[in-house]
């Protein structure tokens, strides 16, 4: 008797997990968190491909804000030292917190650095200058867009596996929790 009740649970317990309780919406979760933090990564590496050039034109009008220049090139540095190699290995903590505050300091800088501009008229009248203020502004604006999409997609992923019936497939796919950027 004991061995047909424990048949009849552990059939009505698989029945309910592959009847789509959750396996489908968890992988669809998993899979937006990877496409956002994909994108996250090639708007960064974008953006910090963009700011050697805007470097070199500060340098060339404004040679005495050494400063500034090296804030930015350490910033740009700082992004591309924690860089993820893939949108897999944006899930760590650790890897989430560097990445997104290596972003901050490289937006920060190179706003400071825009900022000076005013002090220089020759700089703000140059084309190559304008032509890279206006796309690193542009950039700084769609990665502040996909920090949030990428938050809002691990909210989502978490949520998921976080919840009943959910959470028990998720428990058995192994799935982990995914790092919020904060």
């Not at 978490?158 to 995914?178: C, D, F, H, R, Y």
Request: aromatic share 6%; charged share 20%; hydrophobic share 50%.
């Amino acid at each position: 008797m004991r061995h047909w009740l424990a048949a009849v649970l552990f059939l009505i317990l698989s029945a309910s997990l592959l009847s789509g309780c959750g396996y489908r919406q968890i992988q669809a979760e998993d899979e937006q968190v990877l496409a956002v933090a994909s994108e996250y990564i090639v708007l960064s590496q974008r953006r910090a491909d963009q700011v050697p050039g805007l470097v070199r034109i500060v340098q060339t009008y404004a040679p005495n804000e050494r400063e500034a220049l090296e804030r930015v090139g350490s910033a740009r540095a700082a992004v591309l030292a924690h860089m993820p190699a893939s949108p897999d290995a944006l899930g760590g903590p650790a890897t989430v917190i560097a990445f997104s505050q290596g972003n901050l300091a490289l937006s920060r800088a190179v706003d400071g650095l825009l900022a000076i501009s005013e002090n220089y008229p020759a700089l703000k009248a140059d084309a190559g200058f304008r032509d890279l203020q206006a796309q690193l502004e542009e950039a700084g604006g769609r990665i502040d867009a996909v920090q949030l999409r990428y938050a809002d997609a691990v909210r989502a992923y978490n949520t998921e596996i976080g919840v009943w019936p959910s959470s028990l497939l998720a428990m058995l796919m192994g799935a982990k929790p995914k790092a919020e950027i904060r």
